[in-house]
C-alpha cells in the first residue's frame, strides 16, 4: 500500500514537470508579450529594463532553464502586469475557485447518484426513461448555455439572483448549476450503468435470500459495489471540471478564481501569471487523479490485495 | 408414524410468462431428511428452489398455483405470503445455499459482516454480539482461524472455503429448511466430498430439512434419502434412494441412469496395438511470470512441470486433475498457442516446437481442440457451413462446392442433419453445438483431437451421446483423443489410458484399469475416494481414504 502511494506520487511529479515543460513552449509559441503587455505606455526605457529583468532577449532554452530553477527555489515570477509574484496572485484566487469547485461537486453527488440508483431501479418504466432523457440533454448542452440562459432568465427577467462576484451565498446558487449540469449528467449515467450491472449480481440474491429488506439490499449491498465503480469516474469528472470548466463559467460570471484570472491573463499575455495559474490548475487535477485511484484501491479490498 | 413435514409442497406450478416451468410439483420434506431434486438442465428443478423462497419473482417467474407449507406445527403458506412477510423467514427458517461460491458473497464487505447482517436482522443482535455468534458460526462449519476469517473479504478464501461461509450464513439461525441449489458442483470432487461431509454432519447437529438440487446421481447417492426426479417441469418419479438407484420406476429415471458414468462399472476399452505414437510430448515445461510489484522481484509460477506421456493412433488419453493442475496449460502449450519454456512436442513425426510460424500452421493442421463452452467457442454470426469449414479452409483455400459437400459430409459423422449447414449456432442445443465443435475439428482430417472439458458442460445424457460419437469416429477415422477433464467417470468411460495431473505434473499414468484399480500415487487415491459413487451399496465415507493435503505434499516432495 505504501509502495503504490509512493509510486503514484512519483508519477505525479513527472506529470507535471511535462506539463510545466508544455505550458511554458507553448505559450512562448503565442507571441511576444512586449506586443500588448507592455505596450505602447512604455518609455523606450522602461522597455529596455523589462526586457533586462525577465530576461527577454536571452535564448528561450535560457529563460526556461532560469523559469526551472525559479521554480525549485519557490519563486514563479513577476506578473508582467501587477509587478507582484504570480504565487501572491493566484493564492488569491484559489479559494474563491475552491469553493464553487466544491459547491458543485456536491450538488453533484447529491443529485445524480440517487438519479441513477432511481434510473437503474425502474429502467423498464416512464421514470427510467425520463431521468436518462435528461441526462440525455444535460450531457448535450455545454456549460456556458445553460449559464447564458439562467442569467437571462433569473437576472434579467425574473431578477431573483446576483449575476456578478462571489458576495452571497445566492451568488453561488448559477455558477453551482452552470458548473455540475454537464457532470450530473454523466454520473447519472455513470451511476445506473455500475447499478444495472449489480443487480444481476449472484450476490445479490444472497442478500435477499439472507431476508433482507429491499432497500438495505439496494442500498448496503448494491450502492457499495457500484459506488466503487462510480469513484473511478467521479476522480477524471472532477479533473474535468476543474481544468475546463471553470475557466468558462467563472468568466460568464466573472467569479474571482483561477479560471477568470487564466482568462484575463491569456488576454493581456502575462506569461507568468498564465504559467502558474495553469501549473496550478494542473497541479490539481493531477492531485484528484492520484487521490482517486488511492480512493479507489481503499474502496475495493480486491485491487487492495493485488496493489499490496 | 412419521412427524408432519416441515415443508410441504402442493401441486405447485411455476411459469416465467406464457412457458410452464414447474407443474404440479408435490412433496414433503421432515425434520432431519435429505430430498434431492434431480434432473437435467430446463427440468425445473432450480425453479423450484427460488418458488420456494419466493425469489422467483425476481427472475421473472411466478407462482400460478399451489401451495408451499412451512413448518411443522401451524404451518404457513409461503406461496401466499407478501414479500415483506417472505423477508422474516427468509435466511431465518428458510434458508438458501447456491451454486457459485466465487460470486454468491459480497466482494466489497467483510466476511464477518456478511456473516453477522442475518444475525443482526433476525435474532436481534448487537454488532458485538453479532460478531461473537458470526465467529461461532465459521467455527461450527469447521473454517479453521475464525476470528482472522471474519474481517477478511471473499476474494482472499478458496471456493471451498466461501462455499463453507455461505454455509454458516444460512444455517446462522439455525433454519427448518435448507434449499442447496447445485452447492457442490462448482468445486472440484475433493472439496466437494468434504463439503457433502460437512452438510450431514450439520444436519445431525441442527437437525434441518435439507432439500438439495443437483444433477449428479453420485452426489444423490451420496447424501439424498429421497429422491424427486424431474424433466421438463413434470415429476417424473418419487422413491427412496436406494429404490430408486435398485430399480428405477420411470424410463426417464432408467435412461438418467444408465447415461450416468458409474466409476468402476464402465466396461474398459481394450488397449489399441502398440504402434508408433502420433504425438509425443517430452519434458515440456511452462511456467508464468506474474508482477512482483513495484521494486519486487517477478515472481515465477509454474504451471505445467516437465510433463511426457504419448499418445498412439486411434487412442485416447484420459488427463485428470483438479483445477488449477495445469490441464488447459499443458492443451494449449503442446498446440503452442503458448510457447513453452521448455521441452519438445512431436506430432506425427514432426515436432512442433521450434517450426516457424508458417510450418507451424500447417502443422497445427493434424491437432485440432474441442473446447468446455460450446456457446463461447462458436462464433454466432457465421452460418454452420461456413464455421466447420473454416479450418479447411484456412488450411487449404477449399472453396465452393468442394466446402459445401465437406460441410454435408462432416454434419453425417457427426450425425447431425444436412439441413443443419445453413443455421446459425444459436439455433442449437449445446450437444449439438459440441457436436459442431467436434465437425468442425474433424474438417482438417486431424491426427490427434484436444477435448478440453469438452462435455463438462452438458448434460449426463447429452455428455453420453457425445462421447459415444467420439468413440465411434476415432474406431472409424483412427484418430488419437487427448480428453481432458475433471470427471474420473466420464474420463473412465472413454479413455485407454489414463495421466493424472496434480500442481502442474504427472503424478500417475497408465492403462485405465491399472490407475482406477491399483492407483499408486497418494494424489490418485485421494481423488478417486472423493469421487461420489452412483451406487446403492456404497461405502461409507467414513471409511473412505482421503488423506490430507499436507501428506500430499510430503509425497510429492514439492514444498
Known amino acids: 500500500m505504501t509502495l503504490y502511494i509512493l509510486r503514484t506520487l512519483l508519477k505525479m511529479v513527472l506529470t507535471l514537470f511535462a506539463i510545466i515543460t508544455l505550458v511554458f513552449f507553448a505559450t512562448r509559441m503565442s507571441g511576444s508579450p512586449l506586443d500588448t503587455a507592455l505596450g505602447d505606455g512604455l518609455s523606450a526605457e522602461d522597455r529596455a529594463l523589462m526586457i533586462e529583468y525577465f530576461g527577454l532577449d536571452r535564448s528561450i532554452w535560457h529563460q526556461y532553464l532560469a523559469y526551472l530553477r525559479g521554480i525549485l527555489e519557490g519563486n514563479f515570477g513577476l506578473s508582467f502586469i501587477e509587478r507582484r509574484p504570480v504565487a501572491d496572485i493566484v493564492a488569491e484566487r484559489i479559494w474563491p475557485t475552491l469553493q464553487l469547485l466544491g459547491s458543485a461537486l456536491a450538488l453533484t453527488l447529491v443529485v445524480s447518484v440517487p438519479l441513477g440508483v432511481v434510473a437503474a431501479l425502474w429502467r423498464d418504466s416512464w421514470i427510467g426513461s425520463a431521468v436518462m432523457g435528461l441526462a440525455f440533454i444535460g450531457y448535450a448542452v455545454p456549460n456556458f448555455v445553460i449559464a447564458t440562459f439562467m442569467v437571462l432568465i433569473f437576472a434579467f427577467w425574473l431578477n431573483w439572483l446576483p449575476v456578478v462576484g462571489n458576495g452571497s451565498p445566492w451568488h453561488f446558487i448559477m455558477p453551482t448549476i452552470a458548473m455540475s449540469g454537464v457532470l450530473i449528467a454523466a454520473l447519472t449515467r455513470f451511476t445506473r450503468n455500475a447499478m444495472l450491472d449489480v443487480l444481476g449480481q449472484d450476490f445479490m440474491r444472497t442478500a435477499r435470500a439472507k431476508g433482507l429488506p429491499e432497500t438495505i439490499v439496494i442500498l448496503k449491498h448494491g450502492l457499495r459495489n457500484a459506488g466503487v465503480t462510480v469513484l473511478s469516474v467521479l476522480g477524471l469528472q472532477i479533473a474535468g471540471m476543474a481544468a475546463a470548466g471553470n475557466v468558462v463559467v467563472e468568466a460568464i460570471f466573472s467569479w474571482p478564481g483561477i479560471g477568470e484570472l487564466l482568462v484575463s491573463a491569456a488576454i493581456m499575455r502575462d506569461y507568468p501569471v498564465l504559467q502558474f495559474g495553469v501549473i496550478s490548475v494542473a497541479f490539481a487535477v493531477v492531485v484528484i487523479n492520484a487521490l482517486t485511484d488511492i480512493a479507489y484501491v481503499v474502496a475495493d479490498p480486491r485491487i487492495r490485495m493485488a496493489k499490496g | ?559
Open chain 2, 1 to 559: 408414524m412419521l412427524d408432519a413435514p416441515v415443508l410441504s409442497i402442493k401441486s405447485l406450478t411455476v411459469a416465467f410468462g406464457s412457458h410452464t416451468a414447474v407443474r404440479d410439483l408435490s412433496f414433503d420434506i421432515h425434520a432431519g431428511e435429505t430430498l434431492a431434486l434431480v434432473g437435467e438442465s430446463g427440468s425445473g428443478k432450480s425453479a423450484t428452489a427460488l418458488s420456494v423462497m419466493r425469489l422467483i419473482e425476481r427472475e421473472g417467474g411466478r407462482i400460478t398455483a399451489g401451495q408451499i407449507r412451512l413448518g411443522a406445527q401451524a404451518p404457513i403458506d409461503l406461496a401466499q405470503l407478501s414479500d415483506r412477510g417472505m423477508q422474516a423467514h427468509r435466511g431465518n427458517r428458510i434458508s438458501m445455499i447456491f451454486q457459485e461460491p466465487m460470486t454468491s458473497l459480497n466482494p466489497v464487505m467483510r466476511i464477518g459482516e456478511q456473516l453477522g447482517e442475518v444475525l443482526r436482522r433476525h435474532q436481534g443482535m448487537g454488532r458485538a454480539e453479532a460478531r461473537i455468534a458470526a465467529e461461532r458460526a465459521l467455527d461450527q462449519v469447521r473454517i479453521p482461524d475464525p476470528a482472522r476469517r471474519l474481517d477478511q473479504y471473499p476474494h482472499e478464501l478458496s471456493g471451498g472455503l466461501r462455499q463453507r461461509v455461505m454455509i454458516a450464513i444460512a444455517l446462522a439461525c439455525r433454519p427448518d429448511v435448507l434449499i442447496a441449489d447445485e452447492p457442490t458442483t462448482a468445486l472440484d470432487v475433493t472439496t466437494q466430498a468434504e463439503v457433502l461431509k460437512l452438510l450431514k454432519s450439520l444436519q445431525q447437529e441442527i437437525g434441518m430439512a435439507i432439500l438439495f438440487i443437483t444433477h449428479d446421481m453420485g452426489v444423490v447417492a451420496e447424501i439424498a434419502d429421497r429422491v424427486v426426479v424431474m424433466r421438463h417441469g413434470n415429476t417424473e418419479e418419487v422413491a427412496y434412494t436406494g429404490a430408486l438407484f435398485k430399480a428405477p420406476q420411470s424410463q426417464y429415471a432408467r435412461d438418467l441412469m444408465a447415461a450416468t458414468p458409474k466409476l468402476g462399472l464402465s466396461p474398459l476399452r481394450s488397449q489399441v496395438s502398440s504402434a508408433e505414437p502420433v504425438l509425443k510430448v517430452e519434458g515440456l515445461s511452462k511456467s508464468f511470470v506474474r508482477n512482483g510489484g513495484f521494486l519486487k522481484a517477478k515472481v515465477k509460477v509454474p504451471a505445467v512441470k516437465d510433463v511426457s506421456f504419448e499418445i498412439r493412433p486411434g487412442e485416447t488419453l484420459g488427463l485428470v486433475g483438479e483445477s488449477g493442475c495445469g490441464k488447459s496449460t499443458l492443451s494449449r502449450t503442446l498446440m503452442r498457442l503458448i510457447e513453452p519454456d521448455a521441452g519438445r512436442v512431436i506430432l506425427a513425426g514432426r515436432e512442433l516446437t521450434g517450426l516457424g510460424t508458417q510450418a507451424l500452421q500447417q502443422a497445427r493442421a493434424d491437432v485440432q481442440m474441442v473446447f468446455q463452452d460450446p456457446f463461447a467457442s462458436l462464433n454466432p454470426r457465421m452460418k454452420v457451413r461456413d464455421l466447420i469449414t473454416e479450418p479447411a479452409y484456412l488450411h487449404s483455400g477449399l472453396k465452393g462446392a468442394a466446402r459445401t459437400a465437406l460441410a454435408s459430409d462432416l454434419l453425417e459423422m457427426v450425425t447431425l442433419d444436412a439441413s443443419a449447414a445453413d443455421r446459425y449456432p444459436h439455433q442449437f442445443s449445446g450437444g449439438q453445438r459440441q457436436r459442431l465443435c467436434l465437425a468442425r475439428a474433424l474438417s482438417v482430417s486431424p491426427k490427434v483431437i484436444v477435448a478440453d472439458e469438452a462435455v463438462s458442460a452438458l448434460d449426463v445424457s447429452t455428455a453420453a451421446r457425445v462421447t459415444a460419437l467420439m468413440q465411434d469416429l476415432q474406431e472409424k477415422l483412427g484418430i488419437a483423443f487427448l480428453f481432458i477433464s475433471h470427471d474420473i467417470a466420464v474420463v473412465e468411460r472413454v479413455s485407454h489410458r489414463i495421466a493424472v495431473m496434480y500442481r502442474g505434473e504427472i503424478v500417475e499414468t497408465g492403462e485405465t484399469a491399472q490407475v482406477l484399480r491399483s492407483p499408486h500415487h497418494p494424489y490418485t487415491k485421494r481423488l478417486l475416494s472423493a469421487v461420489p459413487s452412483p451406487l446403492p451399496q456404497r461405502p461409507s465415507r467414513a471409511n473412505l481414504h482421503l488423506p490430507s493435503k499436507n501428506a500430499l505434499a510430503l509425497a510429492d516432495g514439492s514444498n
